[in-house]
């Protein structure tokens, strides 16, 4: 094994150690979150961009923002853990996150001009505890 191939898994092992034991293991909910946050800064981003509006300074913010959700949710599972509850706390901070990505990349999705069916507002509305209709 050569030193290359030794510290990549390293790192592999080190990563999935630290997934753990920061968010209770890999879950699909932390797999759509994570797909949630990249979407939403990539039409953020080309929102922007649509509107002329492009800034280094308030990427940057926005990246510093979707690390704090990251930071939130891991000490969700941190919590769930000293209670001894299964991921309640956990989902319940990523049920809330994916709530609001959503609305953001609708939200962008908006400042391009382009239509958001109402079925799919409606649906947001419900995720953040709306009233539904």
Same mark, same amino acid.
């Not at 690390?67 to 990251?70: L, P, R």
């Given at each position: 094994?050569?030193?290359?191939?030794f510290?990549y898994r390293?790192?592999?092992i080190?990563?999935g150690?630290a %997934?753990?034991y !920061? #968010?209770?293991?890999w879950s699909? !909910? $932390? +797999?759509?979150l994570?797909?949630?946050i %990249?979407? @939403?800064? $990539?039409?953020?981003v !080309?929102?922007?961009a649509y509107l002329?509006?492009? +800034? +280094?300074s308030i990427?940057?913010?926005?990246?510093?923002?979707k690390?704090? *959700?990251?930071v %939130? $949710?891991?000490?969700?599972?941190?919590?769930d &853990?000293?209670?001894? &509850?299964?991921h309640i706390?956990? @989902?319940? $901070?990523? #049920?809330f996150?994916?709530?609001?990505? !959503?609305l953001s990349i609708l939200?962008?999705?908006?400042? &391009?001009?382009l239509? %958001?069916?109402?079925?799919?507002?409606?649906?947001v @509305? *419900?995720?953040?505890?709306g009233?539904k209709?």
């Open positions: 094994m050569n030193s290359f191939e510290l390293s790192a592999a080190l990563l150690a %997934v753990g !920061l #968010f209770g293991g699909m !909910l $932390v +797999s759509i994570l797909a949630f %990249v979407i @939403d800064y $990539v039409s953020g !080309l929102a922007a002329g509006k492009l +800034s +280094s990427g940057f913010h926005g990246i510093a923002k690390a704090m *959700i990251i %939130v $949710v891991a000490a969700a599972h941190l919590a &853990t000293a209670m001894g &509850t299964e706390a956990r @989902d319940a $901070v990523i #049920f996150y994916l709530a609001n990505e !959503l939200e962008n999705a908006g400042k &391009t001009g239509p %958001v069916p109402e079925q799919v507002t409606k649906m @509305d *419900i995720l953040k505890g009233k209709q």
